[in-house]
Antibody, heavy 118, light 110 residues
Framework: QVQLVESGGGLVKPGGSLRLSCAASGFTFSDYYMSWIRQAPGKGLEGVSYISTHDMIYDADSVRGRFTISRDNAKNSLYLQMNSLRAEDTAVYYC????????????WGQGTLVTVSS | QSVLTQPPSASGTPGQRVTISCSGSSSNIGTNYVYWYHQLPGTAPKLLIYRNNQRPSGVPDRFSGSKSGTSASLAISGLRSEDEADYYCAAWDDSLRGPVFGGGTKLTVL
C-alpha cells in the first residue's frame, strides 16, 4: 500500500535551516507529482511546494526564494530544503502524493513538526 | 485567508444528512477537480472524495461529492458520531499554479 514517511523536523532558531525528507513506497514514485503541505498549530492546510514528474516546480509566495523542493526518483524520496526560517513557518509539514497534473493530493504522510523559535 | 471558502462549522444529529459547501473561482473549482478530506485531531488528512465525486476504496457510500460551476459540496448521509472531524476541500488553481485549500469545516455530531 502507499506509504509516505517524513523525517527531519525539529526545533530551529529563526534564520536557520532544515531539510525535510519523505520516503515513498507502495507505488511507482517517478510516475507521480509530489507536494509538501503544511498546517500551522490550530490552523488550516497550506500548499507549500509542488514538483511534477519532470521537475516543474511551484512554490507558494510565502516560501518562494527560501524553500526548495526536490526529488530523487532513484531513492523514491522527496525533499524540502528550508532556509531563512521564520516563526511563521512553524507547522506540521506533510508530504503528499498528487494524483496528476491539475490535481490535489490523494495520499498523505503522517507529518513532521517544524518549530521555529529562539 | 484561504483561497477556497468553507463554513467554519456544521452540525447534525446521528442519522441526519449534512452538507458542507466549498466556494472558489474560475481558476480553481471552475476548471479543475475538487477533492475532499477529513482530519481527526493529531492525525494527517485522509482522502474522502477525489476528482469531484469519486470515492477511494474503503470510503463508505454515505459520503458523496458534487460540483457545479465554481462551487462544490460534500454530503454525508446517515451521520455517525465517528464522522465528527474537520473537513477540507481542495483544488488545483491555474493562476497560482498549485493546489489550494479551504479553511476547513468542523463537523459536530450532536
Amino acid at each position: 500500500q502507499v506509504q509516505l514517511v517524513e523525517s527531519g523536523g525539529g526545533l530551529v532558531k529563526p534564520g536557520g535551516s532544515l531539510r525535510l525528507s519523505c520516503a515513498a513506497s507502495g507505488f511507482t514514485f517517478s510516475d507521480y507529482y509530489m507536494s509538501w503541505i503544511r498546517q500551522a498549530p490550530g490552523k488550516g492546510l497550506e500548499g507549500v511546494s509542488y514538483i511534477s514528474t519532470h521537475d516543474m516546480i511551484y512554490d507558494a509566495d510565502s516560501v518562494r526564494g527560501r524553500f526548495t523542493i526536490s526529488r530523487d526518483n532513484a531513492k523514491n524520496s522527496l525533499y524540502l530544503q528550508m532556509n531563512s526560517l521564520r516563526a511563521e513557518d512553524t507547522a506540521v509539514y506533510y508530504c503528499a502524493r498528487v494524483l496528476g497534473a491539475y490535481d490535489a493530493p490523494d495520499y498523505w504522510g503522517q507529518g513532521t513538526l517544524v518549530t521555529v523559535s529562539s | 485567508q484561504s483561497v477556497l471558502t468553507q463554513p467554519p462549522s456544521a452540525s447534525g444529529t446521528p442519522g441526519q444528512r449534512v452538507t458542507i459547501s466549498c466556494s472558489g473561482s474560475s481558476s480553481n473549482i471552475g476548471t479543475n477537480y475538487v477533492y475532499w478530506y477529513h482530519q481527526l485531531p493529531g492525525t494527517a488528512p485522509k482522502l474522502l472524495i477525489y476528482r469531484n465525486n469519486q470515492r477511494p476504496s474503503g470510503v463508505p457510500d454515505r459520503f458523496s461529492g458534487s460540483k457545479s460551476g465554481t462551487s462544490a459540496s460534500l454530503a454525508i448521509s446517515g451521520l455517525r458520531s465517528e464522522d465528527e472531524a474537520d473537513y477540507y476541500c481542495a483544488a488545483w488553481d491555474d493562476s497560482l499554479r498549485g493546489p489550494v485549500f479551504g479553511g476547513g469545516t468542523k463537523l459536530t455530531v450532536l
